[in-house]
């Protein structure tokens, strides 16, 4: 066991009767960082989290957080982690003062340490003036920080967030990770899921899950460098039938317009030579090929086609 580590799963797996939610997901994040859990609905995300905040026990696997086993010493864990579920879990009849304080008794905030603690918190969230406001009048946006304020009362050194910029504009998911740099840089640790593709960018390590297993692990430079092989926007005159030329062409793994450039998935950049003289010898001007780098949405896309296309070969054999 090593107290290096914020997080230690290995081969976690949840099944609810017939149905495995999660499957043999094995991951570790370093002391301090922030993990971005991505996968679109029903992979798995929320139970993981459940899992690691030992509210849910896991069927077979385990893992550690912050030291701890989550299924042999779950009160250990629940003292040292934040968590900011799915659906916020605020009050809304009380004010924002009131959920904190809420928040801060039961979390167990000594009551010397309360006042300052809770004043504390309102300033990083922006509340000030606030304090007052009942929570149902709030923006969905101050929700969240407020949900955020009240997961971190008690000072927990990992924190775990649940969607927590769903439904909330741009500027405000901004200001929100701002908040999450912060407490990172200070020292805590963070399980952050998300379908926000973009937001993966302010994580230190990408998770993606797919049909409840994780399909991959890395920084996102990585995942863009290695995971798809190289990609080529291709600038030529008739792009269309550029487009068709190309899709025929065995090394071609993938073939997308963008406006009038297409982008050519290969496997190396040795490639590039063999695209360019064919599409030279169909007739077609290539004004420019340069190799780009993939979103993490197209790879997130290459790879889920990628485990559909072994899901069907496995359910052949
Ligand atoms: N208590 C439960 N009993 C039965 N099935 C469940 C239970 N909890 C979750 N599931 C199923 O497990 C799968 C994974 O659910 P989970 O909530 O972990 O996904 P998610 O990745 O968080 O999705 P979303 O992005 O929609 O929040 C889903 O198919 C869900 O219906
Ligand atoms: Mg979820």
Redesign the pocket.
């Given at each position: 066991m090593s107290a290096e580590k914020a997080i230690e799963a290995i081969q976690l797996t949840k099944r609810?009767?017939d149905?495995t939610?999660?499957n043999q997901v094995s991951f570790e994040i370093p002391r301090g960082e922030i993990f971005g859990l991505l996968?679109?609905?029903?992979?798995?995300?929320?139970?993981?989290i459940r899992m690691l905040c030992g509210i849910l026990e896991p069927t077979a696997g385990e893992a550690r957080v912050m030291g701890y086993d989550v299924a042999k010493h779950a009160e250990e864990v629940k003292q040292r982690i934040g968590y900011m579920s799915?659906k916020f879990s605020l009050y809304d009849d009380l004010t924002v003062y009131e959920n904190l304080g809420f928040y801060a008794n039961l979390y167990g905030v000594p009551r010397e340490k309360l006042k300052p603690r809770l004043a504390e918190l309102i300033a990083m969230a922006g509340l000030r003036g606030h304090e007052k406001q009942l929570t149902r009048d709030l923006s969905g946006a101050w929700r969240q920080r407020l949900a955020l304020a009240c997961a971190i009362v008690h000072e927990p050194p990992m924190l775990f967030l649940?969607?927590p910029t769903a439904g909330v504009d741009p500027v405000s998911r901004r200001e929100f990770w701002e908040m999450i740099y912060q407490l990172a840089g200070q020292g805590v640790s963070v399980l952050a899921?998300t379908?926000y593709m973009d937001e993966a960018e302010f994580c230190n390590v990408i998770g993606m899950?797919y049909r409840?297993r994780l399909i991959a692990l890395s920084d996102p430079d990585s995942l863009r460098e290695g995971v798809i092989g190289v990609l080529f926007e291709v600038d030529c005159q008739e792009p269309g039938r550029a487009e068709l030329v190309l899709k025929d062409l065995p090394l071609v793994q993938d073939v997308a317009a963008h406006g009038v450039l297409l982008h050519v998935q290969v496997a190396s950049e040795k490639q590039r030579a063999e695209l360019e003289q064919t599409l030279q010898s169909n007739g077609i001007v290539v004004e420019r090929i340069e190799r780009i780098l993939p979103s993490l949405e197209d790879i997130f896309v290459s790879l889920v086609d990628h485990e559909n296309r072994q899901h069907k070969r496995a359910d052949k054999d």
């Open positions: 609810f009767g149905f939610a999660v996968g679109p609905n029903g992979a798995g995300k929320t139970t993981t799915q649940d969607e899921t379908h899950m409840s």
